[in-house]
Protein backbone atom coordinates (compact mmCIF):
# COMPACT_ATOMS: atom_id res chain seq x y z
CA UNK A 1 0.00 0.00 0.00
CA UNK A 2 1.51 3.72 -0.41
CA UNK A 3 2.46 5.54 1.99
CA UNK A 4 0.98 8.61 2.68
CA UNK A 5 3.52 11.94 1.84
CA UNK A 6 5.39 13.16 4.67
CA UNK A 7 5.69 17.33 4.22
CA UNK A 8 9.75 18.00 4.67
CA UNK A 9 10.26 22.08 5.45
CA UNK A 10 13.49 23.53 4.15
CA UNK A 11 13.89 26.77 5.33
CA UNK A 12 16.88 29.17 3.22
CA UNK A 13 15.94 27.08 0.36
CA UNK A 14 17.41 29.07 -2.08
CA UNK A 15 20.65 29.46 -0.92
CA UNK A 16 23.39 26.91 -1.46
CA UNK A 17 22.63 24.08 0.86
CA UNK A 18 18.92 24.52 0.69
CA UNK A 19 19.13 24.02 -3.55
CA UNK A 20 21.48 21.10 -2.96
CA UNK A 21 18.96 19.18 -0.36
CA UNK A 22 16.14 19.77 -1.99
CA UNK A 23 16.91 17.39 -4.81
CA UNK A 24 18.23 14.79 -2.46
CA UNK A 25 14.69 14.79 -0.19
CA UNK A 26 12.80 14.34 -3.35
CA UNK A 27 15.21 11.31 -4.81
CA UNK A 28 14.58 9.48 -1.55
CA UNK A 29 17.91 9.79 0.00
CA UNK A 30 16.40 11.48 2.87
CA UNK A 31 13.17 9.45 3.68
CA UNK A 32 14.08 5.98 1.93
CA UNK A 33 13.01 4.99 -1.54
CA UNK A 34 9.44 4.63 -1.64
CA UNK A 35 8.55 7.56 0.79
CA UNK A 36 6.55 10.24 -0.91
CA UNK A 37 7.18 14.10 0.55
CA UNK A 38 5.80 17.49 0.22
CA UNK A 39 8.04 19.49 -0.01
CA UNK A 40 7.87 23.16 2.11
CA UNK A 41 10.24 25.73 0.88
CA UNK A 42 11.03 29.08 3.00
CA UNK A 43 13.29 31.79 2.12
CA UNK A 44 13.18 35.53 2.79
CA UNK A 45 11.59 38.10 0.34
CA UNK A 46 15.20 39.14 -1.91
CA UNK A 47 15.07 35.38 -2.48
CA UNK A 48 11.72 35.09 -3.85
CA UNK A 49 12.25 34.91 -7.44
CA UNK A 50 15.28 32.56 -6.96
CA UNK A 51 12.82 30.25 -4.74
CA UNK A 52 10.49 30.12 -7.58
CA UNK A 53 12.70 29.09 -9.75
CA UNK A 54 14.17 26.34 -7.19
CA UNK A 55 10.82 25.06 -7.67
CA UNK A 56 10.45 25.19 -11.16
CA UNK A 57 13.70 23.10 -11.30
CA UNK A 58 11.59 20.76 -8.96
CA UNK A 59 9.03 20.16 -10.80
CA UNK A 60 11.08 19.96 -14.31
CA UNK A 61 12.92 16.84 -12.49
CA UNK A 62 9.79 15.01 -12.51
CA UNK A 63 10.88 13.27 -9.31
CA UNK A 64 8.85 10.49 -8.54
CA UNK A 65 8.22 10.99 -5.05
CA UNK A 66 7.45 14.73 -4.88
CA UNK A 67 4.15 15.27 -4.54
CA UNK A 68 3.89 18.79 -4.77
CA UNK A 69 6.08 21.72 -3.69
CA UNK A 70 5.20 24.73 -1.56
CA UNK A 71 7.56 27.51 -2.05
CA UNK A 72 6.78 30.88 -0.55
CA UNK A 73 8.11 33.56 1.72
CA UNK A 74 5.41 33.14 4.75
CA UNK A 75 6.78 31.30 7.48
CA UNK A 76 3.22 30.29 8.50
CA UNK A 77 1.93 29.15 5.38
CA UNK A 78 5.70 27.16 5.23
CA UNK A 79 5.17 25.66 8.80
CA UNK A 80 1.62 24.70 7.85
CA UNK A 81 1.51 20.83 9.08
CA UNK A 82 4.94 20.04 8.62
CA UNK A 83 6.27 17.11 9.76
CA UNK A 84 9.94 17.58 9.75
CA UNK A 85 11.95 20.85 9.54
CA UNK A 86 15.40 21.01 8.13
CA UNK A 87 16.35 24.89 9.84
CA UNK A 88 18.83 26.10 7.16
CA UNK A 89 18.39 29.47 7.05
CA UNK A 90 20.18 31.80 9.37
CA UNK A 91 22.38 35.29 9.35
CA UNK A 92 26.19 34.53 8.14
CA UNK A 93 28.95 36.04 10.15
CA UNK A 94 30.10 38.73 7.77
CA UNK A 95 33.79 40.70 7.89
CA UNK A 96 33.85 42.99 11.04
CA UNK A 97 31.07 41.54 12.63
CA UNK A 98 31.10 40.48 16.48
CA UNK A 99 29.81 37.51 17.73
CA UNK A 100 27.17 39.29 19.56
CA UNK A 101 25.74 40.57 16.45
CA UNK A 102 25.03 37.60 14.69
CA UNK A 103 23.59 35.78 18.00
CA UNK A 104 21.41 38.72 18.30
CA UNK A 105 20.36 38.63 14.00
CA UNK A 106 19.86 34.45 14.74
CA UNK A 107 17.76 34.69 17.80
CA UNK A 108 15.37 37.25 16.01
CA UNK A 109 15.31 34.29 13.02
CA UNK A 110 15.08 31.62 15.41
CA UNK A 111 12.29 33.39 17.71
CA UNK A 112 10.08 33.72 15.01
CA UNK A 113 10.07 30.26 13.01
CA UNK A 114 9.99 28.68 16.36
CA UNK A 115 6.26 30.03 17.03
CA UNK A 116 5.15 29.44 13.61
CA UNK A 117 6.36 26.01 13.78
CA UNK A 118 4.92 25.85 17.22
CA UNK A 119 1.79 27.17 16.26
CA UNK A 120 1.13 25.26 12.90
CA UNK A 121 3.75 22.44 12.19
CA UNK A 122 2.61 18.78 13.29
CA UNK A 123 2.64 17.61 16.59
CA UNK A 124 5.61 15.16 16.20
CA UNK A 125 7.56 17.60 13.98
CA UNK A 126 11.18 16.31 14.44
CA UNK A 127 13.72 19.55 13.52
CA UNK A 128 17.15 19.29 12.69
CA UNK A 129 19.20 22.76 12.81
CA UNK A 130 21.64 23.60 10.54
CA UNK A 131 22.38 27.36 10.68
CA UNK A 132 25.44 28.57 12.57
CA UNK A 133 25.91 28.87 15.81
CA UNK A 134 23.27 25.47 15.51
CA UNK A 135 23.51 24.32 18.69
CA UNK A 136 22.49 27.32 20.71
CA UNK A 137 20.24 28.14 17.77
CA UNK A 138 18.53 25.00 18.64
CA UNK A 139 18.28 26.15 22.21
CA UNK A 140 16.70 29.21 21.06
CA UNK A 141 14.00 27.48 18.96
CA UNK A 142 13.08 24.92 21.97
CA UNK A 143 12.12 28.49 23.77
CA UNK A 144 10.08 29.26 21.92
CA UNK A 145 8.56 26.35 20.65
CA UNK A 146 7.62 24.81 23.82
CA UNK A 147 4.96 22.08 23.14
CA UNK A 148 7.38 20.36 20.40
CA UNK A 149 9.24 17.61 22.84
CA UNK A 150 12.49 18.67 23.29
CA UNK A 151 13.79 15.38 21.66
CA UNK A 152 12.71 16.65 18.89
CA UNK A 153 14.95 19.08 17.95
CA UNK A 154 18.54 18.23 17.46
CA UNK A 155 21.35 20.00 15.38
CA UNK A 156 23.74 19.21 13.04
CA UNK A 157 27.23 17.70 13.98
CA UNK A 158 27.05 15.31 11.23
CA UNK A 159 28.77 16.80 8.82
CA UNK A 160 31.56 17.06 11.34
CA UNK A 161 31.32 12.91 12.08
CA UNK A 162 31.42 12.41 8.48
CA UNK A 163 34.58 14.51 7.89
CA UNK A 164 36.38 12.35 10.68
CA UNK A 165 35.21 9.22 9.11
CA UNK A 166 36.64 10.48 5.84
CA UNK A 167 40.06 11.44 7.28
CA UNK A 168 40.66 8.03 8.81
CA UNK A 169 39.46 6.22 5.61
CA UNK A 170 42.20 8.28 3.94
CA UNK A 171 44.87 8.16 6.34
CA UNK A 172 44.23 4.03 6.40
CA UNK A 173 43.10 3.75 2.30
CA UNK A 174 40.28 2.06 2.88
CA UNK A 175 36.78 2.53 2.24
CA UNK A 176 35.00 4.78 4.17
CA UNK A 177 32.11 2.56 4.83
CA UNK A 178 33.82 0.13 6.64
CA UNK A 179 34.73 3.35 9.03
CA UNK A 180 32.31 3.18 12.04
CA UNK A 181 32.33 4.93 15.82
CA UNK A 182 33.86 7.75 15.87
CA UNK A 183 32.49 11.05 17.25
CA UNK A 184 32.13 14.45 17.70
CA UNK A 185 31.72 15.83 20.99
CA UNK A 186 30.24 19.42 21.74
CA UNK A 187 30.02 22.54 19.51
CA UNK A 188 29.81 22.53 15.50
CA UNK A 189 32.59 25.02 16.01
CA UNK A 190 35.97 25.23 16.05
CA UNK A 191 35.88 23.31 20.18
CA UNK A 192 34.16 20.38 19.02
CA UNK A 193 36.03 17.50 19.80
CA UNK A 194 36.49 14.30 16.95
CA UNK A 195 37.49 11.00 19.27
CA UNK A 196 38.27 7.62 17.71
CA UNK A 197 38.90 6.05 20.78
CA UNK A 198 35.74 3.70 20.06
CA UNK A 199 36.00 3.51 16.31
CA UNK A 200 36.88 0.28 14.49
CA UNK A 201 37.53 -0.91 10.58
CA UNK A 202 36.08 -3.59 9.31
CA UNK A 203 39.15 -5.44 8.07
CA UNK A 204 39.36 -8.89 6.41
CA UNK A 205 40.56 -9.72 9.59
CA UNK A 206 37.81 -8.54 11.61
CA UNK A 207 37.39 -5.12 13.31
CA UNK A 208 40.09 -3.67 14.45
CA UNK A 209 40.30 -0.06 16.57
CA UNK A 210 40.83 2.76 14.48
CA UNK A 211 43.76 4.05 17.16
CA UNK A 212 45.57 0.64 16.40
CA UNK A 213 45.18 0.74 12.81
CA UNK A 214 46.64 4.41 12.49
CA UNK A 215 49.55 3.56 15.00
CA UNK A 216 50.24 7.46 15.93
CA UNK A 217 48.76 8.94 18.48
CA UNK A 218 50.07 12.36 17.99
CA UNK A 219 48.71 12.36 14.38
CA UNK A 220 45.48 11.62 16.00
CA UNK A 221 45.58 14.04 18.87
CA UNK A 222 46.97 16.85 16.90
CA UNK A 223 46.29 17.01 12.78
CA UNK A 224 43.83 15.03 12.61
CA UNK A 225 41.50 17.04 15.42
CA UNK A 226 42.64 20.63 14.10
CA UNK A 227 41.79 19.01 10.13
CA UNK A 228 38.17 18.18 10.97
CA UNK A 229 37.50 21.08 13.11
CA UNK A 230 38.62 23.44 10.63
CA UNK A 231 37.30 21.34 7.18
CA UNK A 232 34.68 24.00 7.01
CA UNK A 233 37.03 26.92 6.52
CA UNK A 234 39.21 24.82 4.47
CA UNK A 235 36.68 24.55 2.37
CA UNK A 236 35.76 28.24 2.00
CA UNK A 237 39.45 29.19 1.40
CA UNK A 238 39.19 26.25 -1.92
CA UNK A 239 35.80 27.16 -3.27
CA UNK A 240 35.51 30.96 -2.35
CA UNK A 241 32.16 29.26 -0.92
CA UNK A 242 30.88 27.38 2.15
CA UNK A 243 30.44 24.13 2.23
CA UNK A 244 26.84 22.95 0.59
CA UNK A 245 26.73 19.69 -1.02
CA UNK A 246 28.20 17.88 2.23
CA UNK A 247 26.56 19.84 4.71
CA UNK A 248 23.10 18.66 2.63
CA UNK A 249 24.18 15.05 2.47
CA UNK A 250 24.69 15.15 5.68
CA UNK A 251 21.45 16.53 6.88
CA UNK A 252 19.73 13.69 4.88
CA UNK A 253 21.87 11.40 6.61
CA UNK A 254 21.20 13.04 10.44
CA UNK A 255 17.12 12.68 9.65
CA UNK A 256 17.16 9.28 7.40
CA UNK A 257 18.79 7.82 10.74
CA UNK A 258 16.89 9.08 13.23
CA UNK A 259 13.66 8.50 11.15
CA UNK A 260 14.87 4.69 10.09
CA UNK A 261 16.99 3.63 12.75
CA UNK A 262 21.00 3.32 13.24
CA UNK A 263 22.51 0.15 11.81
CA UNK A 264 22.91 -2.31 14.89
CA UNK A 265 26.19 -1.80 16.68
CA UNK A 266 27.01 1.49 14.43
CA UNK A 267 26.88 5.27 16.37
CA UNK A 268 26.06 8.65 15.00
CA UNK A 269 26.69 12.04 16.24
CA UNK A 270 23.97 14.43 16.69
CA UNK A 271 23.47 17.60 18.24
CA UNK A 272 20.73 17.06 21.35
CA UNK A 273 19.73 18.56 24.61
CA UNK A 274 22.19 17.26 27.34
CA UNK A 275 20.46 15.22 29.93
CA UNK A 276 23.88 15.32 32.67
CA UNK A 277 25.46 11.91 30.34
CA UNK A 278 29.38 11.73 30.11
CA UNK A 279 29.42 14.92 33.04
CA UNK A 280 28.07 17.44 30.49
CA UNK A 281 26.00 19.90 32.10
CA UNK A 282 22.63 19.70 31.29
CA UNK A 283 20.48 23.12 29.48
CA UNK A 284 22.66 22.90 26.22
CA UNK A 285 22.33 21.06 23.25
CA UNK A 286 25.74 19.29 22.72
CA UNK A 287 27.19 16.67 20.49
CA UNK A 288 26.80 13.23 21.71
CA UNK A 289 27.33 9.74 19.96
CA UNK A 290 23.86 8.03 19.60
CA UNK A 291 22.12 5.28 18.67
CA UNK A 292 18.16 5.45 16.80
CA UNK A 293 15.31 3.10 16.98
CA UNK A 294 11.53 3.95 16.06
CA UNK A 295 12.08 7.51 15.36
CA UNK A 296 13.73 8.03 18.99
CA UNK A 297 17.42 9.27 19.70
CA UNK A 298 19.25 7.45 22.91
CA UNK A 299 23.07 8.39 24.12
CA UNK A 300 25.48 5.87 23.80
CA UNK A 301 26.32 5.23 27.83
CA UNK A 302 29.26 3.83 29.52
CA UNK A 303 32.06 4.49 27.05
CA UNK A 304 35.29 5.17 28.91
CA UNK A 305 36.81 8.84 28.91
CA UNK A 306 40.28 9.75 29.27
CA UNK A 307 42.14 12.37 30.50
CA UNK A 308 42.42 13.81 27.58
CA UNK A 309 39.44 13.71 26.71
CA UNK A 310 37.79 14.81 29.50
CA UNK A 311 39.65 18.08 29.39
CA UNK A 312 38.42 18.29 25.27
CA UNK A 313 34.39 17.30 26.37
CA UNK A 314 34.74 20.66 29.19
CA UNK A 315 36.54 22.69 27.07
CA UNK A 316 33.72 23.05 24.55
CA UNK A 317 30.66 22.34 27.41
CA UNK A 318 32.12 25.53 28.35
CA UNK A 319 31.94 27.34 25.10
CA UNK A 320 28.21 26.35 24.66
CA UNK A 321 27.46 27.59 28.13
CA UNK A 322 28.84 31.42 27.29
CA UNK A 323 27.07 31.26 23.39
CA UNK A 324 23.63 30.23 25.91
CA UNK A 325 24.29 33.05 27.88
CA UNK A 326 25.51 35.73 24.89
CA UNK A 327 22.05 33.94 23.37
CA UNK A 328 19.68 34.54 26.18
CA UNK A 329 21.15 38.51 26.81
CA UNK A 330 19.99 39.21 23.16
CA UNK A 331 16.30 38.19 24.45
CA UNK A 332 16.06 41.15 26.69
Known amino acids: MAKN ?9 AGQIGYAIVSMIARGAMLGPDQPVILHL ?10 KGVKMELIDAAFPLLKGVVAT ?16 GGFP ?6 RKD ?8 YKAQASALEKHAAPDCK ?18 APSIPEKNITCLTRLDHNRALGQISERLDVHVGNVKNVIIWGNHSSTQYPDVNHATVATCDGEK ?23 GAAIIKARKLSSALSAASSACDHIRDWVLGTPKGTWVSMGVHSDGSYGVPP ?17 VQGLKIDEFSRAKLDATAQELIEEKSLAYSCLN
Open 5 to 13: PIRVLVTGA
Open 42 to 51: LDIEPAAEAL
Open 73 to 88: TDVVEACQDVNIAVMI
Open 93 to 98: RNEGME
Open 102 to 109: VMSKNVSI
Open 127 to 144: VLVVANPANTNALILKEF
Open 209 to 231: SVRELVADDHWLKTEFITTVQQR
Open 283 to 299: GIVYSFPVTCEKGEWSI
